[in-house]
């Protein structure tokens, strides 16, 4: 077909995707179905856009009415209105029945073109039914469609999910890579570090950009791991993958069948062993995905690709040694900040706040407010730690007040520590009960920035910041805050103790620890 000629089974396929669904089946559909072979075939875009009609405006209750035209058609002289039929299935919401339809056609047909159409919906349909099918050697059907069976098969019928409790014996060579924001690494190996010194059961063994990686000493569990608040993700190393393209593919897929791969599924899952596969900051990979995929499956039939909800996820990411590929937990919600009952935009990531509340560090008796607490992550997190006595949370917005509150009586702190949560500017705080001259011992907070919050005057609000946190300290106190700005002229009371360039999200900030000294 030229260029510029015209499609006319395109143009009859939009011209019915306008009509209301009433006409096209009580006159497009009766139509198509007294219409001499010849004609069928000519008006086939009929069956395309019943498929995309219905499920927009059709009535449930006529559903089946219409799967049961869609499965009459698979029988069709014509292989080209059977596919369309295929194709229309799943949208109608196939089930048993069709899925038999589909299956008796797969035993039927020569035609390679319809074996692999045939695939494409069993897809997105096939059940058990299939995979019997298949285990008997009645049809054949691709790798990819029988993973994928296999796949929602046992996601219905057992599911899966992570096993905190899980321990791994078998350590010996294993990497573990706790990733997070560029610029918190040390707050996380500090954290590591200290955790050592308790269990012993990991040691650090580098530090890089974004990343802390840790060697096992002794037997673990995932709950070892998740006790860390600090990091973002946490990725099982399966290896490092170099190459040129059909290299890398085989390299990739022989460490996601791997017996280390394996035995970290086996160890970690409750119920079937799924994941996704995601290139970081390569975009959609639909081709390569496919095909690792499916090698993969080859090598292993155990470990089954499944995008849809799985457990696990193999990520791989980027480095100047070359691909790192890494099997990571799909904990949703995360575990750790289970208290997150509620959020505001612009909100602190929890292994953000995690990591502020440690780098202001410990300290007795502690009067801690958040200036602007936004969902009260901050709060939450030193209280955590210990050695609070009071905290106090105010904001401009009453929802971020009702969330922060809600949030602080989830987090059921022990022992419990009382609050006080006010809706005002944080510059009134002399009117405020509790909040005075050398009242507080720690301000931690993360302002707004001005990018999904406006703020007329930012500049103005951090100078503020520092005036006001130099009235209300203690001295002896700090202010650990998220600064967007380089600080301006800062009261003399409050010296810098520490500085670090934080990552939040594509653009840099300055984590920053003041302390107020005794004037």
Same mark, same amino acid.
């Given at each position: 077909?030229?260029? #510029? ?31 001499a ?13 019943? #498929? /995309? ?10 559903? #089946? &009415?219409?799967?049961?035209?869609? /499965? ?5 002289? &014509? ?20 899925e ?52 929602r098969v ?12 899980? /321990?791994? %014996? ?35 063994? &580098? ?25 973002? %993700? ?20 022989? $460490? ?14 409750? #119920? ?42 193999v ?8 691909n $790192?590929?890494? !099997? ?25 706040? $995690? ?27 030193r209280?955590?730690?210990?050695g ?5 949370? %105010?904001?401009?917005?009453? &929802?971020?007040?009702? @969330? ?7 987090? %059921?702190?022990?022992?419990?520590? +009382?609050?006080r ?13 509790g ?11 993360? +302002? ?6 406006? @703020? ?8 503020? !910041? ?34 670090? /360039? ?18």
């Amino acid at each position: 077909m030229k260029s #510029g000629d015209k499609n006319p089974t395109k143009e009859l396929y939009n011209a019915l995707r306008r009509l209301p669904w009433e006409r096209l089946w009580s006159e497009e559909v009766a139509r198509f179905d007294g219409a001499a072979p010849v004609q069928r075939l000519e008006n086939v875009a009929l069956v395309r856009a019943v #498929g /995309v009609v219905f499920p927009e405006s059709g009535p449930a209750e006529q559903a #089946g &009415e219409v799967r049961r035209w869609l /499965v009459g058609l698979l029988s069709d002289p &014509e292989e080209k209105i059977r596919r369309y039929a295929m194709a229309a299935l799943p949208k109608i919401g196939a089930g048993p029945e069709e899925e038999s339809a589909l299956l008796a056609l797969l035993q039927k047909t020569a035609s390679e073109t319809e074996r692999k159409f045939l695939g494409e919906t069993l897809d997105k349909i096939g059940g058990a039914a299939t995979l019997e099918t298949l285990a008997s050697g009645r049809g054949v059907l691709s790798r990819q469609t029988e993973q994928k069976v296999k796949a929602r098969v046992a996601r219905a019928q057992t599911g899966s999910a992570v096993r905190l409790e899980g /321990v791994l %014996t078998g350590f010996a060579g294993l990497r573990i890579h706790l990733r997070g924001r560029k610029g918190l690494e040390g707050i996380v190996r500090e954290e590591v570090e200290e955790a050592a010194s308790k269990h012993g059961k990991f040691r650090v063994a &580098e530090v890089a950009s974004g990343l802390v990686a840790l060697t096992p000493l002794a037997p673990f569990s995932l709950g070892d791991i998740y006790a860390l608040r600090c990091f973002g %993700t946490v990725g099982f190393v399966l290896g490092t993958v170099r190459g040129n393209e059909a290299q890398s593919a085989e390299a990739l897929a022989q $460490a996601i069948a791997s017996p280390l791969a394996l035995r970290l599924l086996k160890t970690f899952t409750e #119920g079937a062993l799924r994941y996704r596969l995601d290139f970081v900051a390569r975009g959609h990979q639909r081709g390569a995905v496919r095909a690792v995929a499916n090698r993969a499956y080859a090598l292993c039939p155990e470990i089954l690709n499944d995008p849809s909800h799985a457990p696990w996820s193999v990520n791989v990411h980027p480095t100047a040694r070359g691909n $790192a590929v890494e !099997l990571s937990p799909r904990l949703v919600p995360d575990p750790r900040f289970s208290y997150r009952q509620e959020d505001v935009p612009a909100a602190s990531h929890p292994p953000l706040a $995690a990591c502020m509340a440690r780098l202001a560090g410990p300290a007795p008796d502690e009067i801690v407010w958040d200036p602007f607490c936004g969902s009260g992550l901050e709060l939450v997190e030193r209280a955590r730690l210990g050695g609070v006595r009071r905290v106090y949370g %105010t904001d401009l917005s009453e &929802e971020a007040i009702a @969330i922060t509150t809600r949030n602080f009586a989830a987090a %059921t702190v022990q022992p419990p520590v +009382p609050s006080r949560f006010v809706c005002c500017d944080f510059r009134d705080f002399p009117v405020q009960e509790g909040l005075g001259p050398r009242s507080v011992s720690l301000i931690l907070t993360n +302002p707004p920035m001005g990018r999904r919050v406006p @703020i007329a005057d930012l500049q103005g609000l951090i100078d503020d !910041l520092f005036a006001v946190a130099a009235t209300v300290l203690r001295p002896g106190g700090r202010l650990v805050f998220a600064n967007p700005l380089p600080s301006g002229p800062v009261p003399a009371s409050l010296k810098l103790q520490s500085r670090r /360039v934080v990552d939040f999200g594509g653009f840099d900030c300055r984590l920053e620890l003041w302390q107020k000294v005794a004037r």
